[in-house]
């Protein structure tokens, strides 16, 4: 199960998630993320893991995807944080590959 909770303030959007972000539950934090940020206004999002006790792939690929549209992630947790790294560490070998790919592209012309 889990419990998302928006909290608006002036200066950001914060989403409160709790429990297991698994399964069909992914797409219901996908779903609230996309309809929250569709909205221009440039109030910073926040997306607080602190109460997350497990997070499959799916869930790993979305945390990825929604930072890399600028949301700041939030956990205190050990295993929260290590899936957290895990997605920043996925996310630079691809970015070293992709820079790599162009060196050797770049040095072939």
Same mark, same amino acid.
């Given at each position: 199960?889990?419990?998302?909770?928006?909290?608006?303030?002036?200066?950001?959007?914060?989403?409160?998630?709790?429990?297991?972000?698994?399964?069909?539950?992914?797409?219901?934090?996908?779903?609230?993320? @996309?309809? !929250?940020?569709?909205?221009?206004?440039?109030?910073?999002?926040?997306?607080? #893991?602190?109460?997350?006790?497990? $997070? %499959?792939?799916?869930?790993?690929?979305?945390?990825?995807?929604?930072?890399? @549209?600028? !949301?700041?992630?939030?956990?205190?947790?050990?295993?929260?944080?290590?899936? #957290?790294?895990?997605?920043?560490? $996925? %996310?630079?070998?691809?970015?070293?590959?992709?820079?790599?790919?162009?060196?050797?592209? !770049?040095?072939?012309?």
């Amino acid at each position: 199960m889990l419990k998302i909770t928006m909290v608006e303030t002036a200066t950001d959007r914060r989403w409160i998630v709790q429990g297991r972000l698994v399964g069909p539950w992914v797409s219901e934090l996908r779903t609230t993320w @996309k309809r !929250a940020h569709r909205s221009q206004d440039k109030r910073a999002c926040i997306i607080d #893991l602190n109460d997350v006790t497990f $997070i %499959d792939k799916s869930g790993e690929r979305l945390l990825r995807a929604i930072s890399k @549209k600028g !949301a700041q992630l939030i956990a205190s947790g050990m295993y929260t944080k290590h899936v #957290l790294e895990k997605a920043k560490a $996925i %996310d630079g070998a691809n970015a070293m590959s992709s820079s790599a790919d162009q060196t050797a592209t !770049a040095e072939d012309q």
